[in-house]
């Protein structure tokens, strides 16, 4: 196959817990696109060096080398416009949840899950702990330390994505779009390596969840999880 | 002239500081639509009887009565099609920067300036004081105590709009849409009531909010504030 995703993952190749590569991979599906996985993990920087980049998600496609999950994104709306939108108006337009996600439930969730990550590593569990510990200023157990009795504080930070969603099925309205593949990608991060339930059911968020974990087949729900 | 905004002011028929109000203002004037302005007080259910509402904005253009602020803006897109697009692609599909002006931007705003509120109104005063109070459960003037201090955390808040103004001048891209209106005209809240200084020149926020101020020649910016 001409096309491929750099994902990142740990000693399984199967278990892909990067929000990032999440984005793209749920995007890449959205458009009917297929990418062949190419397993990539922190510090192999000599993998990456045909991009001159050193994060995932990276995406070749035949010639075409993006890196930078927006950028991808934009990318596969200008290379295969006939198929579904990803951005229903000017992408520049879906900036904002992006940034939010980027900005405030990225590190909320930091906070919750770092310390699960580790265990799922190989040799580069060491650069991850250095760097984050660095990152926290603490040791990666004492950042997640009683994160059950910070679910509420967290659980509240949604409130914009619940307003949302008690009134119309996805973040797009009616039919999912790039929105939602940053929301729903970032919280593929902690259920691909996380037990803790971050939503309660009942939460229209926790409804959302569900409908996009069974999109494309069910793509993201057969993804090995913790269940968080 | 037979369309009409109702809007909240206080004594000064001019000073109109309602965020709410200020969306469907804005996004009359993006529209390219005049309307006349209706003050309207606190507790004067009696002026909103016929729209069966007891908040505003409420619109009446023509035969049509339409309340609330999301409501308009939908209503505007659909009956002047011709004109300049509020929304770029699915309404739906702005929803999420909406819920976040109002689940996140506005009670942290209430918060630094609630206090401000009670002297430009007349008899509703006691009204507001009232209602107020009972929401936060102390006296205005302890809520907004040492405000000045809760400006950094203020700041913080708004890190993902910062984050989108970095790379474009409007949040809906190259133009403004319905996202801009509805966090400017949150915005406006504050500047009309309060002097504290919720911006700091340098930030990317500040300097759009430069431009939104200068749309419509001006329309916000003429508007009675007090620098805020």
Chains 1, 2 share one sequence.
């Not at 496609?61 to 890196?67: I, K, Y």
């Not at 940034?99 to 580790?118: C, E, F, G, T």
């Not at 990666?140 to 949604?158: D, I, Q």
């Amino acid at each position: 196959m001409a096309r491929k995703l750099y994902e990142l993952c740990g000693t399984d190749p199967a278990r892909r817990f990067s929000p990032y590569c999440w984005r793209s991979r749920m995007a890449l599906a959205h458009k009917g696109l297929e990418a062949e996985v190419v397993p990539w993990r922190f510090t192999d920087a000599a993998a990456l060096a045909f991009a001159r980049y050193d994060k995932v998600p990276v995406l070749v496609d035949g010639d075409r080398v993006v890196t930078d999950s927006w950028a991808i994104a934009t990318y596969l709306e200008e290379a295969y416009p006939e198929a579904p939108r990803l951005f229903q108006g000017p992408p520049e337009s879906q900036r904002f949840i992006v940034a939010w996600s980027d900005a405030v439930l990225m590190p909320a969730l930091a906070r919750l899950i770092v310390s699960d990550i580790p265990p799922l590593l190989g040799p580069e569990a060491g650069y991850f702990i250095a760097s984050r510990e660095q990152r926290f200023g603490m040791p990666l157990a004492a950042v997640t330390a009683g994160r059950e009795a910070k679910l509420p504080e967290f659980r509240a930070l949604l409130h914009p994505l619940r307003m949302v969603l008690r009134g119309q099925d996805f973040l797009g309205g009616a039919v999912p779009d790039y929105g939602d593949c940053a929301v729903f990608g970032t919280l593929m991060w902690p259920r691909s390596v996380s037990p803790l339930p971050l939503l309660e059911p009942g939460d229209p968020v926790h409804a959302w969840r569900e409908r996009m974990l069974d999109l494309h087949g069910g793509l993201a729900r057969t993804a090995p999880s913790f269940g968080g």
